[in-house]
């Protein structure tokens, strides 16, 4: 009798964690369909192609964007483009010789270009830019 109790018991607990694995993906399922990318992270490897091929395996590459410093946009911008440029070594400021500019508005990118001594080596497309120092020509 109790063989077939811890039986039953086994069968109703490996029911209801199966029910709870379905349920749960089935939430998982519906949030993910109502708030897919909200930063549009994936957007940022089609925009990356051009720079990855500009750009040497082993370069150390400023960033610069007139996104809010500090913002959740601003981190999830800056960690995306960390990611698709690796092995790249992505850092914050305009002081390495090549420096990315990822940009909301187009006029912002001769404004830092000038204020910055940087030329463009990739026109503003998407949103980003990639600039070189004039010195580094």
């Given at each position: 009798?109790?063989?077939t109790?811890?039986?039953i018991a086994?069968?109703v607990?490996s029911l209801?964690?199966?029910w709870?694995a379905?349920?749960?993906w089935?939430?998982?399922?519906?949030?993910?369909?109502?708030t897919?990318?909200?930063f549009?992270?994936?957007?940022q490897?089609d925009?990356?192609?051009?720079?990855?091929?500009?750009?040497?395996?082993?370069?150390?590459?400023?960033?610069?964007?007139?996104?809010e410093?500090g913002?959740?946009a601003?981190?999830?911008?800056f960690?995306s483009v960390r990611y698709?440029?690796a092995?790249?070594?992505l850092?914050?400021g305009t002081?390495?010789?090549y420096?990315l500019?990822l940009f909301?508005?187009?006029?912002?990118?001769?404004?830092v270009?000038?204020?910055?001594?940087?030329?463009v080596?990739?026109?503003?497309n998407n949103g980003?830019v990639?600039y070189?120092h004039g010195s580094?020509r």
């Amino acid at each position: 009798m109790n063989e077939t109790r811890a039986k039953i018991a086994l069968t109703v607990a490996s029911l209801l964690c199966l029910w709870g694995a379905v349920e749960a993906w089935q939430w998982e399922n519906g949030y993910q369909s109502h708030t897919r990318d909200p930063f549009a992270l994936r957007a940022q490897e089609d925009r990356m192609v051009a720079i990855n091929a500009a750009l040497p395996a082993n370069a150390v590459v400023g960033y610069t964007s007139d996104i809010e410093a500090g913002s959740n946009a601003d981190g999830a911008a800056f960690n995306s483009v960390r990611y698709f440029l690796a092995p790249r070594m992505l850092v914050r400021g305009t002081k390495p010789a090549y420096v990315l500019g990822l940009f909301t508005k187009p006029e912002n990118v001769t404004r830092v270009a000038s204020a910055n001594g940087l030329n463009v080596v990739l026109p503003f497309n998407n949103g980003v830019v990639l600039y070189q120092h004039g010195s580094a020509r």
